[in-house]
């Protein structure tokens, strides 16, 4: 697949089928996905694929927990900056009206709303997912380094078939995912990565999330 067509076709995936992802197929996209860029080369990522037993293992932790304390448990950054300004503001309001709007759940439908975003923490139906973790003493610029790792998987995933969704909504679950894989306490996690085949009749698999123009974020200097 050509890289344009890698970059403009991944969407996020937020309604999986239950068909599972072979094991040496992540395997094979990490060895490619490792060749992503970091300053001084650090490779800052470190990543948990969970899938099969273990994976419904996890699965069947959730929803009570989920049930009892709809909120989680706290977080270890803002996902989001607190009192977001625009143009950041509008565009996450969009983002969640364009998306709702894929289901016919209305604004003021907080119960339709919650029930929507609590499908995160089943991974929306996907049969693996990989988590992110980075070590705590680094900062801003190795984040960035996992991001562009990240971006590297969810890339190649699509170029083999595959969906995903990136899902920070984990972050509130920190203590669960980090005892579950006895992570290192060193180790703070960043993001879930729900992996499967995308469920092609599901409504809100046809969102299409806008993009600002270039005019709004490019400076061209020159020449
Ligand atoms: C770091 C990161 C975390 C995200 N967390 C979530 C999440 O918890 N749940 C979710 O449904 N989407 C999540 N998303 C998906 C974004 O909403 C999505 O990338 C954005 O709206 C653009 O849409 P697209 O990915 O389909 O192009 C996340 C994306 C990124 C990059």
Redesign the pocket.
């Known amino acids: 697949m050509d890289t344009a067509d890698a970059i403009l076709g991944r969407?996020?995936c937020?309604a999986f089928t239950a068909e599972p992802v072979p094991v040496d197929t992540i395997r094979c996209i990490l060895e490619t996905a490792r060749r992503a860029p970091s300053g001084g080369n650090l490779q800052p990522w470190h990543v948990h694929v969970l899938w099969g037993e273990r994976m419904r293992e996890f699965r069947e932790l959730m929803p009570g927990k989920v049930q009892s304390q709809p909120e989680g448990e706290g977080c270890e950054y803002h996902v989001y900056p607190p009192n977001l300004k625009e143009p950041y503001r509008s565009r996450r309001f969009k983002?969640g009206e364009d998306l709702y709007a894929t289901i016919d759940v209305a604004r003021d439908n907080r119960r339709a709303r919650l029930a929507q975003f609590a499908k995160?923490y089943d991974f929306f139906g996907a049969p693996m997912a990989l988590f992110f973790t980075i070590d705590r003493i680094m900062g801003p610029d190795q984040w960035a380094d996992v991001g562009m790792f990240m971006q590297n998987v969810m890339l190649l995933l699509h170029d083999a078939g595959l969906a995903s969704?990136?899902?920070?909504?984990w972050s509130v679950w920190y203590k669960t995912v980090g005892k579950f894989f006895s992570l290192p306490p060193q180790h703070m996690l960043f993001?879930g990565l729900a992996v499967g085949h995308a469920d092609k009749s599901a409504s809100i698999n046809r969102?299409i999330?806008d993009r600002a123009e270039l005019d709004e974020f490019v400076t061209f200097v020159g020449p």
Request: charge should be positive; charged fraction near 25%.
């Open positions: 969407r996020s937020r983002c995160n969704c990136p899902q920070e909504a993001c969102l999330t």
